[in-house]
Structure formats: structure tokens, C-alpha cells
């Protein structure tokens, strides 16, 4: 069983019910509780008794090893049960936007103190704000209104129920409680489990660096800092010149691109995602020409298709390596081969592949890359790397002139000392042939997981990243509100990409450093969530209007000419 992955005690594991053997469990606690401790319910020789509301009941429990010893129901359809016992419920609350009940608070006699009931309701508070509930009502029996008043509960009307089992009427504001009685666990026993393709979270060295004095770019001790991390990047990557730039992985992109207009001839992009087109764009807006070899997302380029395109005889051949998007990891060697063969410079944008997989530009003409994602620092350092040496060219903007930073040691202009002292740190301190092993085996981890939990994961696993995981949720489940509750539970993915909300998809990647006890909790969330649905309702309002619809995808590879360029359709 996967940790609990919103609240954990010492003993107790705190989550959403969701397997048959769960449910078996809450119908015989039920039993015992209101059947045989409370007499509410007639006896049975089964032992169980089934609510009549389970259907439409979502219920938050509390385990100890694989027994369940506590639970709650929450239910948001009208009538509630507390309708049928008090005429005219809503007379007696106060002015709120949206109530939900909560029921069947049962909890093994074996473990009844104060900490497991208030574990319970600490769980399941967070999330119901987070579905937009603020407030709910309850049949507190009279037994314990002394700690429901003292944990917020308000009480309101007449006793309900009968003299064997009597009940006070109360409701309670989730934030109140949680203003009150502090949040679930989760957030203080475990850092936020970072599943984002950026920013990282930084080892201690890093942070330490990006704290220190900053220092002129000027000073010597800056030229030796660059040149030092100039001498790792190429280590790394097998690359013969690397310049260091303020800035992004997207300036890294536009550099590149100011390179290729200094070539004469067309070029050709590969575009197999999100990121393909971005690519696109950028050369769009350099002013190239160019064909685009499409293919649909999730897939990367075949090498019959690829080298149909090569028979265009392009000068350059633009691609990522890893496109984020969809996690498809692109076979350098094989493109690289192909590209010599059609005499054609070889691209490559590896922003999201450094630092994660084995990444080797012996043999590529300009590749970009950034100091965030895998490589482990802060995010604001472009990287351009380079097989020839570049030399100044005046009808470049100087800020993207490659060749201006070749020429001073890539200090042209103002440096950030921190930024570069931030990246320096991540190079000496991490061993990425290890990093790089460790990923291999982690990614395919998270997918299996994922995959035994329900989940649909794009991509050949085979030629896939182990590094991101893109998720394509069912059409009940909207990427933003599973983002949004995800995050509430100390989950972070990335979800709100234009791309990821038009497809109704949550991205995780691995490039914050996370162990498998980590994905283990963020699988646990992520079904959490899933279980939530029967409450949140969230379709109806989210994608009101049609503005977020899916992107049609291409099934087929196609060459085309981009709009604007000299070049005819294919």
C-alpha cells in the first residue's frame, strides 16, 4: 500500500478510500458502530451495514498497517441526511456558497483518542476548501459535543435522532478549522514533493552560492568561475565551446537561431511537440527559411519519414532532444548519422535533457541548454554550445551574438556572479554518470506506478525520457483543478501550460532530486484527488465557453513550408 499521501501519523495513514477491500472495511465499522455500539440500525448476520448514501459518499479513513480504524463520509448531493431530520435545514446556517455533510465520523474503539479524530478532520479540511466547500454540517452525536465545540463546530437547532441515539445539529467552516486546528500533516513532515520540469529545488551548495556577496563581472575571480563551469559543460556533454548568457534556455534558442541566418540555403525543424513548435517560432521570427517535418505528438520522427525530408537537401536540421510535452526522447546518434549522410548541420535544443540523460554534442553543430531543470541550479543562465569557434557579426543584436560572448569569454556584458557561483556548485557536486543511472531506473518506476494506479501515460516507454511523465487525464477530471488540489496536498506537477490545459494533461519530471518513497506519496495524492471527483463536480464551470478544447493532433508525418518563408508547400 502506497503511503498515505495528505496526513501521516506515527501510526496511522491518512487517505481516501477508493479498493473493494476498503470499502468491505468501512461497511463493517459502520456495523459495528451503528449497529452494535449505537443502536441506529437493525442487526444483521453479515455484519456489515451498507449506507444508503455510499454511492454519492466519499470517504477520508484512517489506517493502521492494512486495517481500517477510522472514517469519515463527505457528500455534497442535496437532501442530506440532516434534511430529513430538520425541516427547513438551511434557515438555521449562515450566509455560504457552497455546503457539503459529513457523516458516519467512526472511529475503532481501540484507537479513540483526540488525535485520530482531529487527524481525520485536519485531512479532509484542507481538501474541502480546496473543492470550494465553506462549510458543512453534521449529526454530532451528544457524547462528544464537548470536543466538537472545542474543535469549532457550531451547534444550531433541536436534538435529532432518538433517545438510544441522539444527535446535535452543527456545521463547521472548513478555513475556520483550519485557522483553528492547524493543517493536515503533510506539509510539515515532508518538504512539497517537486514534480516540475522547473525551477528545481536546489542542493544546500547551490543555495548556499546564490547567497553570496555579489561580485563585479569584472573581477578576475568571475573570468576563472566561468571559464571553470565553460570546462565541465564541455566535459559533460563531449561539446567543443559552450558560451554562458543571462538569461533562459528560450534566448539560448533565439541565439541559436541569429547562428543559422548566418547560413546560406533552407534549413528544416523537426517538430514532434510542444517544444518542436517553439522551435518553429523561433525560427519564424529569425527570419529563416525553412520546411517543418510534423509528426504527431507522442512520437518522434521515423527514420524513413526523417530521411524524406533530408531528400530536401536542407543546410541545418533544428529538434529538441527531449520534448517536454510529451516525454519523447529523440535518438541523437541516429539523426546525427543521417544528418552527416545529407550533409546537413545538426541542431539541437537540450534544455530538458541535460543533466538527465546521457547528452553527447561531439558530433552536433549548436545545441542550447539552460542552468535549471536537470543540471540541478537556479534558473537565468542560457547556455549555447558550439562545435566551431563563432566569431562577431555586426547585423546580430549584440545581446544575441554569439560570437560577442566567444570573443570576451562570454562576459560581454553585465554577469551574475551568484547565478554563475549557483552553477558552478551544481557541476562540482553532482555526479551525473550516477544522476544519469539513478534517472534510468527511477523514470520507468514513476511510469509503472502510475500506470498500476489508473493512469494513462503518453509515450513509448522505450523512447521515452525517464525524466517527465505526461498524463492524460479522463474528460471528468480538468488538468487545473487536478493541479490546483494536487498542490493543496504538497504535490507540485505542471499543469498550467497553455498546451497542458488545451489536452487536459498534468506533466511530472524528475528533475528536482526525489527518492521512490516520494513518487510512492505523489501516486497516492494523485489517486487521492481521483477520489475526490465525486465531490468537486469541477467540469461545469472550468471550460465554460469552449476556450480550453483539445488541440487536434496530426496522425501522419508531413513536410510543409513555413508561412511566410520563400519556400512552396511540399
Same mark, same amino acid.
Request: aromatic letters at 6%; charged letters at 20%.
Given at each position: 500500500m502506497c503511503e498515505g499521501a495528505m496526513y501521516r501519523s506515527p501510526m496511522i495513514d491518512f487517505r481516501i478510500a477508493e479498493s473493494p477491500d476498503d470499502f468491505e472495511q468501512i461497511h463493517r465499522l459502520n456495523y459495528r458502530t451503528f449497529v452494535e455500539e449505537i443502536p441506529q440500525h437493525a442487526a444483521n448476520l453479515a455484519g456489515v451495514l451498507v449506507d444508503k448514501f455510499h454511492a454519492e459518499?466519499?470517504?477520508?479513513?484512517?489506517?493502521?498497517?492494512?486495517?481500517?480504524?477510522?472514517?469519515?463520509?463527505?457528500?455534497?448531493?442535496?437532501p442530506f441526511?440532516?434534511?430529513?431530520?430538520?425541516?427547513?435545514?438551511?434557515?438555521?446556517?449562515?450566509?455560504?456558497?457552497?455546503v457539503c455533510e459529513i457523516r458516519l465520523l467512526a472511529v475503532d474503539p481501540r484507537y479513540r483518542h483526540r488525535n485520530l479524530f482531529v487527524g481525520l478532520l485536519r485531512f479532509s479540511a484542507p481538501a474541502l476548501i480546496a473543492l470550494g466547500f465553506d462549510l458543512a454540517v453534521i449529526s454530532g452525536t451528544l457524547r462528544q459535543s464537548r470536543l466538537y465545540r472545542h474543535l469549532g463546530f457550531v451547534?444550531?437547532?433541536?436534538?435529532?435522532?432518538?433517545?438510544?441515539?441522539?444527535?446535535?445539529p452543527m456545521f463547521l467552516a472548513p478555513d475556520r478549522f483550519v485557522a483553528r486546528n492547524g493543517r493536515h500533516l503533510h506539509r510539515r513532515e515532508h518538504?512539497?514533493?517537486?514534480?516540475?520540469?522547473?525551477?528545481?529545488? #536546489?542542493? =544546500?551548495? %547551490? *543555495? /548556499?552560492?546564490? !547567497?553570496?556577496?555579489?561580485?563585479?563581472?569584472?573581477?578576475?575571480? #568571475?573570468? =576563472?568561475? %566561468? *571559464? /571553470?563551469?565553460? !570546462?565541465?559543460?564541455k566535459l559533460l556533454t563531449m561539446a567543443s565551446y559552450v558560451e554562458i548568457l543571462v538569461g533562459t534556455g528560450t534566448l539560448a534558442n533565439d541565439v541559436v537561431a541569429q547562428q543559422l541566418r548566418r547560413l546560406n540555403g533552407h534549413g528544416l525543424v523537426v517538430a514532434t511537440g510542444e517544444f518542436g513548435d517553439r522551435l518553429v517560432d523561433h525560427a519564424r521570427r529569425a527570419g529563416l527559411t525553412f520546411d517543418t517535418l510534423r509528426v504527431e505528438w507522442g512520437c518522434g520522427p521515423d527514420r524513413d519519414s526523417f530521411q524524406r525530408a533530408l531528400e530536401r537537401r536542407p543546410v541545418w536540421v533544428w529538434c529538441v532532444h527531449c520534448e517536454t510535452s510529451t516525454g519523447v526522447l529523440h535518438d541523437l546518434r541516429s539523426l546525427g548519422s543521417q544528418c552527416v549522410d545529407a550533409d546537413a548541420r545538426l541542431v539541437v535544443d537540450c534544455v530538458s535533457s541535460l543533466g538527465v540523460v546521457p547528452v553527447d554534442l561531439e558530433k552536433v553543430w549548436l545545441a542550447s541548454g539552460s542552468s535549471g531543470k536537470g543540471l540541478g541550479a537556479a534558473p537565468g543562465l542560457a547556455l549555447v554550445f558550439h562545435a566551431a569557434p563563432i566569431a562577431p557579426d555586426s547585423?546580430?543584436?549584440?545581446?544575441?551574438?554569439?560570437?560577442?560572448?566567444?570573443?570576451a569569454g562570454s562576459i560581454p556584458f553585465t554577469?551574475?556572479?551568484?547565478?554563475?557561483?549557483?552553477?558552478?556548485?551544481?557541476?562540482?557536486?553532482?555526479d551525473f554518470s550516477s544522476r544519469v543511472a539513478l534517472m534510468a531506473r527511477r523514470g520507468p518506476r514513476l511510469r509503472a506506478l502510475l500506470q498500476e494506479a489508473g493512469f494513462t501515460v503518453l509515450g513509448d516507454p522505450a523512447s521515452a525520457s525517464p525524466a517527465v511523465a505526461s498524463v492524460a487525464l479522463d474528460p471528468e477530471l480538468p488538468s487545473i483543478w487536478?493541479?490546483?488540489?494536487?498542490?493543496?496536498?504538497?504535490?507540485?506537477?505542471?499543469?498550467?501550460?497553455?498546451?497542458?490545459?488545451?489536452?487536459?494533461?498534468?506533466?511530472?519530471?524528475?528533475?528536482?532530486?526525489?527518492?521512490?518513497?516520494?513518487?510512492?506519496?505523489?501516486?497516492?495524492?494523485?489517486?487521492?484527488?481521483r477520489a475526490l471527483a465525486r465531490l468537486a463536480q469541477p467540469c461545469e464551470p472550468l471550460f465554460a465557453g469552449g476556450s480550453l478544447g483539445a488541440a487536434p493532433a496530426q496522425t501522419q508525418p508531413r513536410i510543409t513550408a513555413t508561412p511566410g518563408s520563400s519556400r512552396k508547400s511540399a
Open positions: 459518499n466519499t470517504y477520508f479513513i484512517g489506517v493502521a498497517g492494512t486495517e481500517l480504524v477510522g472514517m469519515l463520509a463527505v457528500r455534497a448531493n442535496r441526511s440532516l434534511d430529513a431530520k430538520l425541516a427547513d435545514l438551511d434557515r438555521f446556517l449562515p450566509p455560504h456558497q457552497r451547534p444550531f437547532g433541536p436534538v435529532v435522532g432518538t433517545q438510544e441515539a441522539p444527535y446535535q518538504d512539497p514533493i517537486a514534480l516540475l520540469p522547473g525551477p528545481v529545488i #536546489v542542493d =544546500a551548495a %547551490v *543555495a /548556499r552560492a546564490l !547567497q553570496q556577496r555579489p561580485v563585479s563581472h569584472r573581477d578576475p575571480a #568571475v573570468m =576563472a568561475l %566561468v *571559464a /571553470r563551469i565553460q !570546462q565541465r559543460l547585423s546580430i543584436p549584440r545581446y544575441l551574438d554569439a560570437g560577442l560572448y566567444a570573443q554577469h551574475s556572479s551568484n547565478l554563475l557561483a549557483a552553477l558552478d556548485a551544481a557541476l562540482e557536486t553532482t487536478f493541479g490546483e488540489l494536487l498542490g493543496e496536498l504538497g504535490v507540485l506537477v505542471a499543469y498550467r501550460s497553455r498546451y497542458l490545459l488545451e489536452r487536459n494533461w498534468i506533466q511530472l519530471a524528475l528533475m528536482s532530486r526525489v527518492d521512490d518513497a516520494m513518487l510512492e506519496r505523489a501516486v497516492a495524492a494523485m489517486r487521492d484527488v
